[in-house]
């Protein structure tokens, strides 16, 4: 939901944040509750003991991300605190967490994507509460997958660091400050240019499209369109 659409569609702005706004609190807290609960099945209680395996998105929510994720399309949660000491199999472990809420948000997406094809071939006249749903669906789909993809950017403080790590690099399980205050730069400077959007908006077209075509074929499989 870009800011422009606030200034030029004020009305129209605020009829999207019906389904937008559930969908992003939605969205963020079990992302950000899937790490905890992880990290906790993995040995570490930090989570838990902060209260941070909970679905309550006030115990989540990063005032600044959140209103980023709103006005300009791209934000973010407040980080689950992880202790990784405290993992049985450290490496392993920490990749385990570190994919935890990609994975989440991808089951999410697949599900949702899911019900929105089968309304969009089943919804027969619709209605208020159908045309809702309808729109909730596609947006929390698109949302989901768009944390997804995101969060896997190999950049620093992302999850997508911790996989490339605890794969391939090898390094301490989490990246010193300066190379989390030069990930966090460039992430800056790739939204406010622009660059971000683009390649996010590349990889989530492919994906969306593909996922839909994947639908569509199983849907005429089973002899429903």
């Given at each position: 939901m870009p800011i422009e659409q606030l200034i030029w569609d004020p009305i129209g702005f605020i009829q999207e944040l019906l389904w937008y706004l559930p969908a992003v609190l939605l969205a963020l807290t079990l992302h950000e509750c899937s790490h905890g609960l992880v990290a906790y099945w993995c040995g570490d209680r930090t989570a838990k003991m902060m209260?941070?395996?909970?679905?309550?998105?006030?115990?989540?929510?990063?005032?600044i991300g959140f209103l980023m994720?709103?006005?300009?399309?791209?934000?973010w949660a407040k980080p689950v605190p992880v202790n990784p000491y405290n993992f049985r199999h450290g490496r392993r472990d920490d990749f385990l967490v570190s994919i935890a809420g990609v994975t989440m948000n991808f089951i999410l997406y697949l599900i949702f994507m899911f019900v929105y094809c089968a309304m969009y071939v089943f919804g027969g006249t619709g209605g208020v509460v159908f045309d809702y749903m309808?729109?909730?669906a596609w947006t929390f789909a698109s949302l989901n997958i768009s944390l997804a993809l995101f969060n896997l950017l190999p950049i620093p403080p992302l999850d997508g660091y911790h996989v490339l790590n605890d794969l391939v690099l090898?390094?301490?399980l989490f990246a010193d400050v300066r190379a989390t205050q030069i990930g966090q730069g460039i992430l800056i400077v790739a939204s406010l240019t622009g660059i971000l959007s683009r390649i996010l908006g590349v990889m989530l077209n492919f994906v969306l499209n593909h996922t839909i075509d994947l639908i569509f074929a199983v849907f005429r499989g089973l002899g429903w369109v």
């Open positions: 209260g941070r395996l909970s679905v309550n998105p006030l115990r989540h929510i990063d005032p994720m709103i006005f300009v399309g791209i934000g309808y729109q909730f090898k390094r301490p």
